[in-house]
């Protein structure tokens, strides 16, 4: 069956490193993806998106990777900074499915 | 304001009883979602809603019933609560189905 995964449950990296969270999807017809952040108390909150007909786009301090060959998806976060410690989702979508399916999520930790 | 609404945003009720989540927004959008998170297992949709007149279960709706009073709320009920609905729900919208999803601040219930 379908599904969206990631790699590590937890990331820890220090205050000023650049930071790589990885998503792995195994619907080859996914054609949208989005990175969402969470903070403690709060509700996701957009990060940014791409779609399958590009392999990477760029934001503020944010990327993001599309392989779709080995289908993969990152999040690289450079400077990373204390406010950036969240739980991070990715989520996948195909033309045909109502809503966003996503990923269990991978938790930043950044260290002073 | 937020844009997306939760009311409660914490709730304790006993096994059996019956209760409500509302959700309110303000963007205008027709599309909107109800998600539940539980610890390590992401969010997974209860309801979908893209217009007043159209209602969709999702991948976990046993247990849940729904109501779209109008274009700006959206109402989850359990009809009768089991302790495994413990859990963080979430209300989101949007504009389309491959577009960013607007997410509420969270519910979080606990079924005693």
């Known amino acids: 069956g379908e599904s969206v995964g990631l790699h590590l449950p937890t990331l820890s990296v220090q205050e000023g490193d650049n930071s790589i969270i990885n998503c792995a999807y195994s619907?080859?017809?996914?054609?949208?993806f989005i990175w969402y952040k969470q903070e403690s108390g709060k509700g996701p909150q957009f990060i940014i998106d791409i779609r399958s007909n590009m392999d990477k786009r760029q934001g503020q301090r944010v990327t993001v990777l599309l392989n779709k060959t080995v289908k993969h998806l990152s999040l690289q976060i450079a400077a990373t900074q204390p406010g950036d410690s969240a739980v991070y989702f990715c989520?996948?979508?195909?033309?045909?499915?109502?809503?966003?399916?996503f990923g269990s999520g991978t938790r930043l930790q950044v260290q002073p | 304001d937020a844009d997306v609404t939760q009311t409660p945003r914490n709730r304790i009720t006993k096994t059996g009883k019956r209760i409500m989540l509302e959700c309110s927004q303000t963007?205008?959008?027709?599309?909107m979602y109800w998600y539940r998170q539980d610890p390590g297992l992401g969010l997974r949709l209860i309801y979908y809603?893209?217009?007043?007149?159209?209602?969709n279960k999702g991948e976990i709706s046993d247990g849940y019933s729904v109501s779209r009073q109008a274009q700006a709320k959206f109402s989850l009920s359990l009809e009768s609560a089991i302790p495994n609905q413990t859990a963080l729900y979430f209300c989101?919208?949007?504009?389309?189905?491959?577009?960013?999803?607007?997410f509420g601040q969270g519910t979080r219930l606990t079924v005693v």
């Open positions: 989520a996948e979508n195909y033309a045909g499915r109502r809503a966003l399916t």
């Open positions: 989101a919208t949007s504009t389309g189905v491959n577009t960013e999803a607007f």
């Open positions: 963007k205008g959008h027709d599309r």
């Open positions: 619907n080859s017809a996914s054609d949208y």
């Open positions: 809603s893209f217009d007043v007149k159209d209602i």
